[in-house]
């Protein structure tokens, strides 16, 4: 999981948490069969993601952009017509396989070849 973090966040000290933390969703992630609801991620994580969004979203916007984890809103009306939103967040590992091989890969040939 070493390589896979320090993809994401690079190789600083001071990411050590934000690595931590990440490896947390991914764990959790695949022990729930892929799938979680914010919410869930928000107790296991035990942080709040109204009182302290960016230690919540940080990490997940990491993984967003590696195509590691997708999120899937959706729209909820309650009784009184009050509209609620439900997010979902799904590990996509075959997609963060395919973004190194599209990316990582081209980029490091298209460097070699042009030096």
């Given at each position: 999981?070493?390589?896979?973090?320090?993809?994401?966040?690079?190789?600083?000290?001071?990411?050590?948490?934000?690595?931590?933390?990440?490896?947390?969703?991914?764990?959790?992630?695949?022990?729930?069969?892929?799938?979680?609801?914010?919410?869930?991620?928000?107790?296991?994580?035990?942080?709040?993601?109204?009182?302290?969004?960016?230690?919540?979203?940080?990490?997940?916007?990491?993984?967003?952009?590696?195509?590691?984890?997708?999120?899937?809103?959706?729209?909820?009306?309650?009784?009184?017509?009050?509209k609620?939103?439900?997010?979902?967040y799904?590990?996509?590992?075959?997609?963060?396989?395919?973004?190194?091989?599209?990316?990582?890969?081209?980029?490091?040939?298209?460097?070699?070849?042009?030096?």
């Amino acid at each position: 999981m070493k390589t896979v973090v320090t993809l994401l966040h690079g190789n600083h000290p001071k990411t050590k948490k934000l690595k931590d933390r990440t490896i947390e969703i991914i764990k959790f992630l695949k022990q729930n069969g892929g799938k979680a609801e914010a919410s869930q991620l928000e107790a296991k994580l035990g942080i709040s993601r109204t009182d302290d969004p960016s230690m919540f979203y940080k990490p997940l916007a990491a993984l967003k952009r590696w195509d590691l984890v997708q999120t899937h809103k959706t729209v909820i009306f309650d009784e009184t017509g009050k509209k609620h939103f439900k997010t979902e967040y799904e590990l996509t590992q075959n997609m963060f396989y395919h973004y190194i091989e599209k990316t990582l890969l081209e980029v490091v040939k298209s460097e070699i070849e042009t030096a």
